[in-house]
């Protein structure tokens, strides 16, 4: 049998790990010798107040009570992960480190943008965007000093491919993914990999969209391999995009057309673009990029164009900054 993915002495920081995926997270690395951090507020499913499943702090505490019932180390914290700075003091102030923070707290207000409130809109930036950024932005100093630490993000196939009625949830989402992207290059000096994934699963989240049958498939369980993987310290992966979802696993990754290139000679207007539109969309011989354009490239290539396009022709003689 294969050796068993450990985390002995290391500390992780699990949020919304009162239900679902987050609680199944939490018992995962607890069970693998990690100390455990379980965050939850114990809000409802679409984070207003009240409601059958928003029993305040009491989720958490089950959480550290089944961990610890099962010889585990684990402490709960009840903020809301907009006070990330307060949950990562809770694993400073129990073990006295942090290695590892899956931001995985969640909540759902789906509706249509004809019909959105700004309420609607904020509450789920608040949670996901501010929330995650808040968490990681306080672990991230004790990252850089132990020079070492994980994070996870947890982003959805909304945000990857937008959904219907979920224009809030499916911006959250997909910036979750540029600050992955940018959080795995700040960090990448630093031996801090951050990774950002989407997942299925049967959760409250999705019992109100999935039939009886999927929920019963569908198994949060099924995901912990790829958290598990790039929680690791083995990991090698940073700034990469994940599906996890039945027992399937796969990589996102960006496809840029090769694409049409202005010849210097060559008027550039929308008539020329429009000539050689066939060109802008196939993806034959596509690159994939990892990172912003090459500024220099980018001015190399301005510098040739004619001016003829209604403005001035671009002659910068000055320095370039890169940006990447
Ligand atoms: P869940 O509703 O079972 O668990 C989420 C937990 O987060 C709850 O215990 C809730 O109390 C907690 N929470 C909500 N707001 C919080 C806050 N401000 N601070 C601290 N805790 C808070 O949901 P599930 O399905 O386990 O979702 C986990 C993550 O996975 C979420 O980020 C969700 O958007 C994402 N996701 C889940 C999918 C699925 O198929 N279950 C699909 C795509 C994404």
Redesign the pocket.
């Known amino acids: 049998m294969a050796e068993q993915l450990r985390y002995d002495n290391q500390v992780v920081v699990v949020?919304?790990a009162?239900?679902?995926?987050?609680k199944i997270f939490a018992k995962f690395f607890a069970s693998r010798g990690a100390k455990v951090v379980v965050?939850?507020?114990?809000?409802t499913?679409n984070?207003k107040p009240g409601g059958k499943s928003g029993n305040a702090a009491a989720?958490a505490d089950v959480v550290v009570r089944e961990i610890k019932d099962a010889g585990g180390e684990a402490v709960a914290n009840y903020n809301?992960?907009?006070e990330g700075e307060k949950i990562i003091k809770t694993a400073i102030d129990a073990y006295g480190r942090v290695d590892i923070l899956i931001n995985?707290?969640?909540?759902l207000r789906d509706i249509t943008l004809r019909n959105m409130k700004d309420e609607d809109w904020d509450a789920i930036m608040e949670?996901?965007v501010h929330?995650s950024m808040r968490t990681a932005r306080a672990a991230w100093p004790h990252f850089r000093k132990q020079r070492y630490g994980r994070i996870i993000n947890?982003s959805?196939?909304a945000g990857l491919f937008g959904n219907f009625g979920q224009s809030n949830y499916a911006s959250a989402k997909f910036a979750l993914i540029g600050f992955t992207e940018t959080l795995a290059k700040e960090g990448a000096k630093y031996n801090i990999l951050a990774n950002v994934y989407?997942?299925?699963?049967a959760?409250?989240?999705?019992q109100t969209v999935w039939p009886p049958e999927m929920m019963e498939a569908m198994k949060?369980d099924y995901v912990v391999p790829l958290v598990a993987i790039l929680a690791h310290s083995s990991c090698k992966e940073s700034g990469s995009i994940f599906e996890a979802a039945a027992g399937h696993f796969s990589k996102i990754r960006w496809e840029r057309s090769k694409g049409f290139l202005a010849k210097p000679d060559e008027s550039l207007t929308a008539d020329v673009v429009l000539r050689n539109w066939d060109k802008v969309v196939d993806f034959r011989n596509a690159e994939h990029p990892s990172a912003v354009f090459d500024g220099v490239a980018l001015l190399e290539q301005a510098n040739k164009l004619p001016a003829n396009t209604g403005g001035e022709r671009l002659n910068f003689k000055g320095r370039v900054a890169l940006v990447t």
């Open positions: 949020t919304g009162g239900n679902g995926l987050g965050n939850d507020l114990g809000g499913f984070g989720v809301g992960v907009q995985n707290a969640g909540i949670v996901h929330g947890t959805s196939s989407a997942p299925g699963a959760s409250r989240l999705t949060p």
